[in-house]
């Protein structure tokens, strides 16, 4: 696709205004002050979302770039959609569907967004990439500048745990931990070093590059096609700083918008409440840019990938949950765990507190009935975090190498 047939296939929009216009110089709305997001106006064949899933590039014409065969990839996308009847009969619903997203590349959904995001910098000339990061997108942009031979300048925050560290340093990305709480002051900092530097800004916050958020709407293109368009009453995903939530949600008005589907799921975006601008602003009915001049204060949370002190990608995803009657949820941190541990032991899957938020808010979604049927986004694996799981498993027993013992240990 040449870059004057690109720009057709797309424009931007404001979800605070309905303001649209062709690809500005500014992602910022000239009429009310909102961030502007990607709208794909392409219109694919339905041969698209029938064909076999093999990878997030099969939908290259609902995303952004110039020459999706020049697509920086490692095989992201086309990941399993797993029923869970162990946790829908505990959770007293009629079906469970885990969409896995632990089995990207790296190990989290940010695989999506940031193939698009450096495919896009690299579209554009770049050789640096530099990101602000819990963890995920991290791991991720070094791992993806590895495969474009590419520099990867990663700023990570205050939560950031030791193995995410340990995994992004090991694609070769440069980390540096900023010893602040506040995500929103690490992208101070970013911003100003891609400006000064000439980097490009590859944090998966739309407010600030919108490019790098697309990669998560082909979830919902996967969704439907993974249910045969019987989509379910909720998707219920972890929440940060919004991007993925929002990100879906515009996944789905593509669909509807193609004639694929009439209504849209119920969205639920789930937090930790040692941090919940998102929960927040709902209650409180706060417009987006409101919100941003009240940042969450001192997030203290063990789900780290989730303390995102304001709502970077609140445009979309305040939108996204009041337009379908959606709702947000914070849950504490035993929550988190113990919601990490069910799904580990009923279903085999583990994942990172950051996602485990939503299996502990199962039992607080707003269900009519008990014929609901729920999919959960599960973001990012548990082998990423294992820290986050001592002292909440029991240790090993020992014993001597002989069955009476083995026995004993049994029975104990």
């Not at 937090?271 to 009915?285: M, R, T, W």
Request: glycine share 10%; aromatic share 6%; charged share 20%.
């Amino acid at each position: 696709m040449n870059a004057a047939a690109l720009t057709a296939s797309y424009d931007f929009v404001c979800y605070g205004c309905d303001y649209n216009v062709a690809p500005p110089a500014a992602f910022t709305c000239p009429r009310c002050g909102e961030p502007l997001s990607i709208r794909s106006l392409a219109t694919p064949g339905k041969a698209v979302f029938s064909q076999p899933l093999r990878s997030l590039w099969d939908y290259s014409d609902l995303l952004p770039v110039t020459d999706p065969d020049r697509a920086i990839t490692l095989g992201e996308g086309a990941t399993r959609l797993i029923e869970a009847p162990r946790l829908a009969a505990a959770s007293g619903l009629k079906q469970l569907l885990l969409k896995n997203e632990t089995s990207n590349p790296t190990g989290s959904f940010k695989d999506r967004q940031i193939s698009v995001g450096i495919t896009r910098a690299r579209e554009l000339g770049k050789d640096t990439v530099a990101v602000v990061s819990s963890g995920n997108v991290a791991c991720a942009a070094s791992a993806y500048a590895a495969r474009a031979g590419m520099r990867a300048v990663l700023l990570m925050h205050g939560f950031a745990s030791p193995t995410k560290i340990a995994q992004a340093a090991a694609y070769g990305g440069q980390v540096i931990q900023v010893d602040v709480p506040s995500a929103n002051a690490v992208f101070d900092l970013c911003l100003e070093a891609c400006g000064r530097f000439g980097w490009y800004h590859l944090s998966t916050a739309g407010m600030y590059e919108p490019y790098n958020v697309e990669g998560a709407k082909t979830i919902a293109y996967e969704l439907y096609q993974q249910t045969g368009g019987d989509l379910p009453d909720w998707i219920v995903a972890p929440v940060g700083g919004g991007g993925l939530l929002g990100g879906i949600w515009r996944g789905l008005l593509d669909l509807q918008r193609l004639g694929l589907i009439e209504r849209l799921p119920r969205l639920a975006g789930i937090q930790a409440s040692g941090c919940a601008p998102l929960k927040k602003a709902i209650d409180e009915g706060t417009p987006y840019l409101e919100t941003l001049n009240e940042p969450w204060p001192n997030p203290k949370t063990i789900a780290g990938g989730i303390a995102d002190d304001i709502l970077f990608d609140g445009h979309t995803v305040l939108p996204a949950l009041r337009t379908t009657n959606g709702a947000a949820i914070a849950v504490d941190d035993p929550e988190i765990i113990r919601g990490e541990l069910a799904l580990a032991s009923s279903e085999g899957i583990l994942c990172e507190p950051t996602c485990a938020v939503v299996i502990a808010a199962l039992e607080h979604l707003p269900l009519k009935n008990s014929g609901a049927r729920v999919c959960c986004i599960i973001t990012g694996s548990g082998i990423k975090d294992l820290p986050a799981l001592q002292g909440h498993v029991a240790p090993p027993k020992r014993i001597g190498a002989s069955l009476s013992a083995l026995e004993s240990a049994l029975r104990a």
